[in-house]
Structures are given as structure tokens and as C-alpha cells.
């Protein structure tokens, strides 16, 4: 069973510019979380996608968005990039919360570095 | 809200030593916990989760970890630790309902020959 799946795993970007970061999860499994993950803050949540709705959102600017596909593949974006915003970017897959705990899968990442 | 502490930022141990992660966690409501290892470069891979049931919960290349309700701990233990054993660990919580997955800094486990 292929795990999930993130591509780009390294990009390099300027300020100002915006990313597409993409997210294949687990077949079968229809719930997607994003997190950034930096030396200084640690593993914060960005946001969670189930059937192409957003459950759950962290306390990230505007400039942080995503979406899910009816594949339940998923995309975030950054726009108007800044040089905060180097950091590695964890996409995470899990089946629905049958017992209520949502069991994350995560994949290998993708590092952002913004000059 | 619920959140972890990780109690040491590092740990160094020597090579066939045991070693002890410490966690706690703060929620008001019932807990989900689990740890995580993220070796360099790579994603976190689950090494264990505590959802229900035996507070002692075994997981992979040896590690356990007790749940502890009073003391609202989630420590992670291995008797003996090998050179791979070296990488970054951490403890997350959630609850019931429909709440992310919250982290803790991180423990950085380094096993010294």
C-alpha cells in the first residue's frame, strides 16, 4: 500500500512569489491535515480537509490556503511569500474518526526555502 | 485547548542504555496520545498511540509508554537504545470530537557509542 505522497520535496522561491504544495494520501483514506514544521515553532497546524470541506483551521494568515479534490488529494498554497515561511511542510492522511482519534499517516514532506 | 510539554529539549545516552522521554499534557476533556519519530529528513512515523484501554501501550523497535491519568504524563521508555535509535521524538494529543492533532517541541534522542 503506497504511504502518502508529497511533491514537490524541495523548491526553492523568492519573496513575493506564491507555491503549490500537493498531497496524494493513502487510498482510502479521506481526511488530509497540513502542518509547517520549523525549528523555532515547531509542528504547527495549519488545516484539515474531509470530503473537500474544511474541518479545522489553525492560526495561519490569509495567505495560507488549500483544498481538497474529490480524490481526496490535496493542494495548499502560500501567496506573497516571506522569508518566515522557509520551513518544511507536513501533509498527513487518516481514515474518518471511527473511535473519535484521527490517526495521522504523514509523508516525507516538502521544504520551502524562501530567499 | 490541549496542549503537550515536552520536558528536555535533548537527550544524550549511551549506547545499550535506557532511556526515558518524558511528556505531560494538559486537556480538560479525555485524551488520545501519541509519539512519533522523525528521523533527519524524512516525515514523522507513528511509533505508538494510546486511544482507549491498558494504560501500558507497546509499540515499534522496542519503545512502550505508560499512560498515566493522574499525573497527566505520557512518558516513553525503551530498556536498551541502539546508535538508530538516534532522532527527533514527539508526543501529540488530541480528543473527541473533531480537533487537530496538537505536538510537542520535540525530544532530540542521541545515542552515543
Known amino acids: 500500500k503506497a504511504g502518502v505522497t508529497q511533491t514537490p520535496r524541495y523548491l526553492i522561491k523568492t519573496r513575493g512569489q506564491q507555491v503549490t504544495l500537493s498531497c496524494s494520501p493513502i487510498?482510502?483514506?479521506?481526511?488530509v491535515s497540513w502542518y509547517q514544521q520549523t525549528p523555532g515553532q515547531g509542528l504547527q497546524f495549519l488545516f484539515e480537509?474531509?470530503?473537500?470541506?474544511?474541518?479545522n483551521k489553525g492560526n495561519f494568515p490569509g495567505r495560507f490556503s488549500g483544498r481538497q479534490f474529490s480524490n481526496s488529494r490535496s493542494e495548499m498554497n502560500v501567496s506573497t511569500l516571506e522569508l518566515g515561511d522557509s520551513a518544511l511542510y507536513l501533509c498527513?492522511?487518516?481514515?474518518?474518526?471511527?473511535?473519535?482519534?484521527?490517526?495521522?499517516?504523514f509523508g516525507a514532506g516538502s521544504r520551502l526555502t524562501v530567499l | 485547548a490541549q496542549s503537550v510539554t515536552q520536558l528536555d529539549s535533548q537527550v544524550p545516552v549511551f549506547e545499550e542504555a535506557p532511556v526515558e522521554l518524558r511528556c505531560n499534557y494538559s486537556?480538560?476533556?479525555?485524551?488520545?496520545l501519541f509519539w512519533y519519530v522523525q528521523y533527519p529528513n524524512q516525515g514523522l512515523q507513528l511509533l505508538l498511540k494510546?486511544?482507549?484501554?491498558?494504560?501500558l501501550v507497546k509499540g515499534i523497535n522496542g519503545f512502550e509508554a505508560e499512560f498515566n491519568k493522574s499525573q497527566t504524563s505520557f512518558h516513553l521508555r525503551k530498556p536498551s537504545v541502539h546508535i538508530s535509535d538516534t532522532a527527533e521524538y514527539f508526543c501529540?494529543?488530541?480528543?473527541?470530537?473533531?480537533?487537530?492533532?496538537?505536538f510537542g517541541k520535540g525530544t532530540r534522542l542521541s545515542v552515543i557509542a
Open positions: 498527513a492522511s487518516s481514515t474518518d474518526r471511527v473511535s473519535g482519534a484521527n490517526v495521522l499517516t
Open positions: 487510498s482510502g483514506h479521506r481526511s
Open positions: 480537509y474531509f470530503s473537500e470541506t474544511q474541518r
Open positions: 486537556s480538560s476533556v479525555s485524551v488520545y
Open positions: 494510546y486511544l482507549s484501554g491498558s494504560t
Open positions: 501529540a494529543v488530541s480528543t473527541t470530537g473533531n480537533t487537530p492533532l496538537v
